[in-house]
């Protein structure tokens, strides 16, 4: 399998709360949940908790030993809840929290596992894009936008609003009526979207944290179709560059309404998903991913 990435902060001098990383058959990506100026019991932060999390996850994938990806991941948020427990109330729901998107190749299978509002796009030869997202952060959010998606991005009321949006779906994290995802108790990964493809039918797979799948599910500069089609022609970075484009020429949330004006932005794409009959020759081997 062949992954070429690409990431960018929300902001240059803040650190990166989205995590994507591969193994020679698997690659994870997740996206931190948190907000500045809001009270945390975690001393460590998102990004810390991302990393730790993402590179446990790509620590057990590496073993390539066909365990159920739910399996996986719950033994993945034991191992980290474990590692700040002591120092940290895990349980409190500002601690911080994740997205978890899984696709993985097993043999001529293709496994998936989704987790919260990151986005997986199964690029089906000769048939339309199979996309696949959990929904359940956004119903539930959707109750609680209308006082932040009014006031322009960037003031006070803005801010206010925002805050106290993350507080309401804190209430609602990874309870049942609510919503899931990572953070201190495994159990939430038997939540996840799960499934299986034959890999031989797919041209490839794009995983997507929230800030790179608003090109579509935000801002509507494209369909799905022409996202692989533009990620396959120019590369991931591309997406990033129209996203941020668009950010700017919209820096109060008038004509598209969000929490955060710039989001960190992360996408993976996946291909050579089945190397039966893949001759390498020098000038066709995968060239190194790009972080």
Request: glycine share 8%; charged share 25%.
């Given at each position: ?7 960018d902060?929300a902001k240059?001098?803040q650190p ?12 994870v990506?997740?996206?931190g949940?948190g907000?500045a100026?809001?009270?945390?019991t ?8 991302t990393?730790r999390?993402?590179g446990?996850l790509?620590g057990?994938l590496?073993?390539d030993d ?5 399996a ?8 980290i809840?474990d590692?700040?427990r002591?120092t940290?109330?895990?349980s409190d729901p ?6 978890v998107?899984?696709f993985?190749?097993?043999?001529n299978?293709a496994?998936?596992?989704?987790l919260?509002d990151?986005v997986?796009v199964l690029?089906?030869?000769g048939?339309a894009p199979?996309?696949?997202?959990d ?7 959707s ?16 801010d206010?609003a925002?805050r ?12 049942p ?5 990572a953070?201190d108790d495994p ?6 979207l799960t499934?299986?493809r034959?890999a031989?039918?797919?041209s490839s ?10 090109i579509?599910?935000?801002f509507a500069?494209?369909d799905w179709p022409?996202v692989?089609?533009l ?20 820096p ?11 989001d960190d932005a992360?996408?993976a ?9 893949w001759i390498?020759?020098a000038n066709?081997?995968?060239?190194s991913t790009?972080?």
């Amino acid at each position: 399998m062949q992954v070429v990435m690409a990431t960018d902060p929300a902001k240059p001098d803040q650190p990166n709360e989205d995590f994507t990383g591969a193994v020679p058959n698997a690659v994870v990506l997740l996206d931190g949940a948190g907000l500045a100026g809001t009270t945390s019991t975690c001393l460590h932060g998102v990004a810390w908790y991302t990393r730790r999390l993402g590179g446990a996850l790509l620590g057990q994938l590496a073993a390539d030993d066909g365990q159920d990806l739910t399996a996986i991941l719950g033994q993945a948020i034991a191992q980290i809840a474990d590692a700040h427990r002591d120092t940290c109330d895990i349980s409190d729901p500002s601690s911080p929290s994740a997205t978890v998107t899984i696709f993985r190749i097993d043999d001529n299978r293709a496994d998936y596992l989704a987790l919260a509002d990151s986005v997986l796009v199964l690029d089906h030869a000769g048939d339309a894009p199979e996309v696949i997202t959990d929904g359940r952060v956004d119903a539930v959010g959707s109750r609680y936008r209308a006082a932040m998606d009014a006031a322009p991005n960037g003031n006070i009321e803005h801010d206010q609003a925002l805050r106290e949006y993350i507080e309401a779906l804190r209430a609602h994290r990874n309870q049942p009526g609510g919503f899931w995802v990572a953070a201190d108790d495994p159990r939430a990964a038997a939540e996840a979207l799960t499934g299986s493809r034959p890999a031989e039918g797919l041209s490839s797979a794009v995983l997507l944290s929230d800030g790179a799948s608003r090109i579509v599910d935000q801002f509507a500069l494209a369909d799905w179709p022409a996202v692989l089609a533009l990620i396959a022609a120019e590369g991931p970075a591309e997406v990033i560059r129209q996203v941020r484009a668009a950010e700017a020429s919209d820096p109060q949330g008038r004509r598209w309404p969000r929490a955060k004006t710039h989001d960190d932005a992360t996408l993976a794409r996946c291909t050579r998903l089945v190397d039966a009959g893949w001759i390498e020759s020098a000038n066709d081997r995968p060239r190194s991913t790009h972080l």
